[in-house]
């Protein structure tokens, strides 16, 4: 069964690099028609996307979120990396990883790992 | 960006209720449409995919449908596991976008 790990630091300070990695077990991070993205919650609030990327490192980002957001991925640790630059407060989040299922990127969050919160303060 | 706009954003039921939730988008999505179940402090859970498509293990209460612009997931009667938050998510643009969520509450 496919299982998803963020990990990374809870709490960051103001202008700071947000630097989190999933840890794909159960499953290869390098099959087609599997994407791998990134989606955010601030506490009591909806999700939002924030990128996603396959196995051949072609991504795709939130234009919201484009300047400072780089998705990265390590095929041979199964692994794939979110770094957000210049955070504030407004980056406060549970930070999700999950795979996405499709077809040219017609993809849906089929699976998804437990979250991370991060906390953003001066 | 495609907006997608739920409705209601809470809705309050009794066990054995028939509900529905409604999600619009802002243009047509085909049937690019996927449904979420999220609990507190859990990470959101994908019920229903390509509108109407039930996810594997999922149980067959909950059903999609709609098309273009409209759609509606609908809980035939509902279960005390069912209470929760519930997302619709556009996937015909890879710009993905979210519906608000709706809020499934104990009458």
């Known amino acids: 069964q496919l299982q998803l790990q963020e990990s990374g630091p809870g709490l960051m300070k103001f202008s700071e690099t947000l630097s989190l990695t999933c840890s794909v077990s159960?499953?290869?991070?390098?099959?087609?028609?599997?994407?791998w993205g990134w989606i955010r919650q601030p506490p009591g609030k909806g999700l939002e996307w924030i990128g996603t990327?396959?196995?051949?490192?072609?991504?795709n980002y939130n234009p919201s979120l484009k300047s400072r957001v780089t998705i990265s991925v390590d095929t041979s640790k199964n692994q794939f990396s979110l770094k957000l630059s210049s955070v504030t407060a407004a980056d406060t989040a549970v930070y999700y990883c999950?795979?996405?299922?499709?077809?040219?990127?017609?993809?849906?969050?089929?699976?998804w790992g437990q979250g991370t919160l991060v906390t953003v303060s001066s | 960006d495609i907006q997608m706009t739920q409705s209601p954003s809470t809705l309050s039921a009794s066990v054995g209720d028939r509900v529905t939730i409604t999600c619009r988008a802002s243009?047509?999505?085909?049937?690019?449409l996927a449904w979420y179940q999220q609990k507190p402090g859990k990470a959101p859970k994908l019920l229903i995919y390509?509108?109407?498509s039930l996810e594997s293990g999922v149980p067959s209460r909950f059903s999609g449908s709609g098309a273009g612009t409209e759609f509606t997931l609908t809980i035939s009667s509902l279960q005390p596991d069912d209470f929760a938050t519930y997302f619709c998510?556009?996937?015909?643009?890879?710009?993905?976008?979210f519906g608000q969520g709706t809020k499934l509450e104990m009458k």
């Open positions: 999950a795979r996405l299922s499709g077809y040219d990127l017609r993809a849906r969050f089929d699976s």
């Open positions: 159960g499953g290869s991070i390098s099959r087609i028609n599997y994407y």
């Open positions: 990327i396959d196995y051949r490192g072609n991504t």
């Open positions: 243009q047509s999505i085909s049937s690019w």
């Open positions: 390509r509108a109407s």
């Open positions: 998510q556009q996937y015909d643009s890879y710009l993905y976008t």
